[in-house]
């Protein structure tokens, strides 16, 4: 599926005024915040790792974000390799018996947690959203489960629950619907044009023991940035 054209982008009103701070420049106490709550997972393809990452200076990677940011595309080098994990040992394994493992440059992820970090004190979530947000929102959920449970049982009363299960949601999402959002919540045009110009050039490349395929573009599924643009 193709990424909204930035014309369309353009067009689209948002039912809010536009959060103009969502694009102002990257700061090193932004760069030092999100670093903080960077795990320490396996280095990209780049082999850049958290150690390596935490010898650059914050100038030098505020201003290199700052200018992803001014020019509303993120670097073409930032692509991931993909491998294939079997899920369960079992024989005439089907596609669906496997998961995909993406790792890719630790850079962007870091820059994209930035940029989450500033959505989640502009736009902030509904109070009934509990992912991708500070606090255990699992356990109160089940808490305010367990009271309501609790509540109608001694009372005598019936209850009726409904349980949504989206399979693979955050591997089908629309980009577009994304993108449409994020104009809704009052995101402002120069970031929508950087996601959208993000998920139209996202690649991979699948990695079979040492064999690595041609590039692949990726047309479904969400970057760390984006649950914040579909709840």
């Known amino acids: 599926m193709k990424c909204a054209s930035h014309a369309d982008l353009r067009s689209l009103k948002p039912f809010r005024g ?13 760069v030092e915040k999100a670093m903080k709550g960077l795990k320490d997972g396996a280095p990209g393809p780049d082999r850049v790792d958290q150690s390596m990452l935490k010898g650059v200076s914050g100038d030098n990677l505020a201003t290199h974000m700052h200018l992803w940011l001014l020019c509303e595309c993120p ?17 005439n394994s089907q596609p669906g018996d496997f998961r ?3 790792v890719a440059s630790i850079i962007p992820h870091l820059f994209h947690r930035g940029l989450a970090l500033r959505l989640e004190d502009t736009i902030p979530l509904s109070s009934r959203q509990k992912a991708f ?7 109160d959920n089940v808490c305010i489960l367990w009271g309501i449970l609790c509540d109608r049982t001694r009372r005598h009363k019936p209850v009726f629950a409904t349980f949504v299960d989206m399979a693979k949601a955050f591997d089908s ?9 994020a104009g809704r919540a009052g995101v402002p ?11 139209s050039g996202t690649s991979t490349r699948f990695k079979v023991g040492s064999e690595l395929s041609d590039m692949v573009h990726v047309r479904r599924g969400v970057r760390p940035l984006s649950p914040r643009l579909i709840t």
């Open 18 to 30: 536009q959060c103009w701070s969502t694009v102002r420049p990257v700061t090193v106490a932004e």
């Open 75 to 91: 670097p073409k080098a930032f692509h991931g390799v993909t491998t294939w994990f079997q899920k369960a040992l079992t024989p």
């Open 100 to 102: 995909p493992i993406t």
């Open 133 to 139: 947000r500070c606090g255990d929102g699992l356990c």
């Open 173 to 181: 999402v629309s980009h577009d619907s994304m993108i449409m959002a």
């Open 189 to 199: 045009v120069e970031l929508r044009n950087y996601i959208s110009r993000l998920y």
